[in-house]
């Protein structure tokens, strides 16, 4: 038993250091496409929003102090009764490039958010469609630019890094982290020919490939997936760039309790299931190791301590490597010196939300 725990858990190691080297090989050696800096394509920001009307008054106007010199900024009215619907409508006299689409009522056959983002789409005068969300905004004034010039002549699809701000308390480092690990997963996949999700706060791709493809008709009674599910269905090794650098970030307001955090991880999640295979694959191998890893670290502690200790050690010291490497290439950098407990109730927190989400009957937007 205890040579097969000692198999086991070898082997486990040695898949993450694998997964991990490929990852932090792939992002470091990465570098931003070299697009017309002086003559990008024109695009259009399509943004959902439903009472998101503080979000806005933040959102927009960083949004209309990006350099790029073309570009419209749609915002999907979603039924909302806070005063954004009067607010819009007087910034859209006051400048031009802001446009507003009116939802009055969502088809019993569309998820709302899908519905919002369709109509955005259809309305966009532009070829590139840029996407974020109203809880987020552009860490610089270059994101426009940077998310334009990530599209040549092959490019459907650009994905870019999204992150959290950063707040005080231990649910705040354990989001950062999760998202970080999140973003290089999705990320370095994407930059080894892989590419399977991006997330819908920082994403773009064109309004051709989105409408020859009939949207979001395979997948628009689920709710969630309008960023990863479109790209998982939709990417490929030859259509897909990746956007990396502080000027292509974007943030969003952290989730403040638990409860709120892991009802959206759940929501999240409940959408794998309708990933490739190939994908579903290659995720699983990284999960599966990991809880081995642990699991069997764990048994064969007390008989090989010296062993175990240092291949944790190594395992901990290539983790701290890719946060650092990843981290310089993003453009913020995340190196904590809890990450050996992030990495540890990280697993606690997936099975958690695995099981949850397996057995909830419904899942919610939040």
């Given at each position: ?297 764990v048994g064969l502690i007390f ?23 990843v981290s310089k290439k993003i ?36």
């Amino acid at each position: 038993m205890m040579a097969l725990f000692m198999i086991l858990f070898l082997s486990a190691l040695g898949v993450q250091m694998l997964f991990m080297c490929a990852y932090t090989i792939a992002i470091g050696r990465y570098k931003p496409a070299k697009g017309d800096d002086q003559n990008p394509a024109p695009v259009s920001v399509v943004i959902c929003a439903f009472n998101e009307i503080e979000n806005l008054k933040s959102l927009i106007p960083k949004l209309l102090n990006q350099s790029h010199p073309d570009y419209e900024i749609i915002i999907v009215n979603d039924q909302s009764t806070d005063g954004t619907y009067e607010y819009l409508m007087k910034l859209k006299e006051e400048n031009d490039k802001v446009r507003m689409v009116q939802i009055n009522e969502i088809p019993d056959h569309f998820s709302r958010k899908k519905y919002g983002i369709t109509l955005g789409v259809k309305a966009a005068k532009n070829e590139v469609l840029v996407f974020t969300d109203a809880d987020c905004y552009p860490n610089s004034e270059e994101w426009l630019q940077s998310m334009a010039m990530a599209h040549d002549e092959n490019t459907q699809m650009a994905i870019g890094a999204s992150l959290y701000e950063k707040r005080k308390g231990f649910l705040n480092h354990f989001i950062r982290y999760e998202t970080y690990w999140t973003a290089i997963q999705y990320l370095a996949c994407a930059l080894l020919r892989m590419p399977y999700m991006g997330v819908g706060r920082n994403m773009s791709y064109t309004k051709s490939l989105f409408l020859s493809n009939n949207g979001f008709k395979k997948h628009q009674q689920i709710v969630g997936g309008d960023d990863d599910l479109f790209i998982n269905e939709h990417a490929n090794s030859g259509n897909t760039q990746v956007a990396i650098g502080n000027a292509s970030l974007t943030y969003s307001y952290p989730k403040i309790s638990f409860k709120t955090f892991f009802r959206q991880k759940m929501r999240h999640l409940s959408v794998g299931k309708f990933y490739k295979f190939k994908h579903k694959i290659i995720l699983g191998l990284y999960t599966l190791t990991y809880l081995v890893f642990w699991i069997t670290g764990v048994g064969l502690i007390f008989a090989y301590p010296e062993l175990i200790g240092i291949s944790i050690v190594v395992r901990m010291g290539m983790i701290y490597l890719m946060y650092y490497i990843v981290s310089k290439k993003i453009g913020e950098r995340y190196v904590p010196l809890i990450l050996p407990l992030l990495d540890i109730v990280y697993g606690f927190y997936y099975i958690a939300t695995a099981v949850i989400t397996v057995f909830s009957k419904r899942i919610r937007w939040s």
